[in-house]
């Protein structure tokens, strides 16, 4: 316990260096309020010429994507929708710029028709469109109603590739628990590849963790990686250790399956694993330093796992996937054993070198 408060406490301290607040919660809150509550003023203002602008900082601030709230400013003249503009956000800039092709799906619809609209994520960053599309429902419901206060419903991501993904993730959660077949194992780790990696993109990740202790978590659209977050520090406390890496991440997964094609491994002696095994940690207290002391935070933006997401992922990112996928033919989960710094939190929390 007192290792995973450790943890923790990295994280938080990690979030106030980046973005200034933990959980939601700015240190140093600049916002105008009345009351302790930001005005109406700032949520919904009317202009000179008519245009009525509806800001989403205050009524979406449960709408998160990757990196937390993605605020819009949405114009509204003569009852049509005129206009969506991204305001400041911690999203990653390259997932973001992507998504940002959504901003003008609204653009010329009523209130009405745009209420009714359906608009379809961006694929290679769903977090982001998600995070776009929940907020202009959400500003046009204000501007209509000035009473936004949406159904368990209109909460809930009912999309088909989140139910896919909290079906697979659910299974890799508890079936293991019970069942042990070498069959299943390859089914479920193929599932684990297709649907949670490429599919839906989800997986955990000291970014994910970061903007999580930053902003806080949506439940309600963030059931995957809390179903992850569960096996990954909850699982351990009860004796099941390094359960994540071994039954649910999704590039752990497909070094597995590429393992299993190829039955002859290098050799490796002790010592040489060994020494790898220390360069993982040195690398692991180095990027620990950038971190906490802000010198170089963006790393977390470099982690192999965004190697799924290839159609956003950086260029680097994904050779880093496709080198370490076709070494682990040779030597069994290179990457895992030493490289990860995700893993290498999870090794500090359960008490493991």
Known sequence: MILLLTCLTVMAVAAIQRDGRVWGHALADTAQTTGGRQSAVQTLRTLDDGTIVVNTTAIGKDIAGYGGPV?????????????????ANTETPDFFDKAKSLLTRWDGKTIEEAEAQKVDAVSGATFS?????????????????HDVQPSLLDKLDLSAKSIAGLVVVLMAAVIPLFFKNKGYRTVQLSLNVVVLGFWCGTFLSWSLFVNYMSSGINLWTSLIPVVMLVTAFVYPLFGKKNYYCTNICPFGSIQDLVGKANRRKWKMGQATAKRLEQLRQLLFAVLM???????????????????????????????????FAVLAAFVPRPYCRFVCPTGTLFKMAENRN
């Open 289 to 323: 330093v950038l971190m906490l002391t802000g010198t170089a935070a963006q790393w977390m933006d470099y982690e192999v796992f965004t190697a799924f997401i290839f159609r956003s992922a950086a260029a680097v990112v994904v050779a880093m996937g496709v080198v």
């Open 129 to 145: 469109s998600r995070a776009i599309i929940g907020n202009v429902r959400r500003g046009l419901q204000f501007a209509s109603s």
């Open 71 to 87: 605020p819009l400013e949405i114009r509204l003249k003569d009852g049509r929708v005129a206009g969506v503009k991204a305001l």
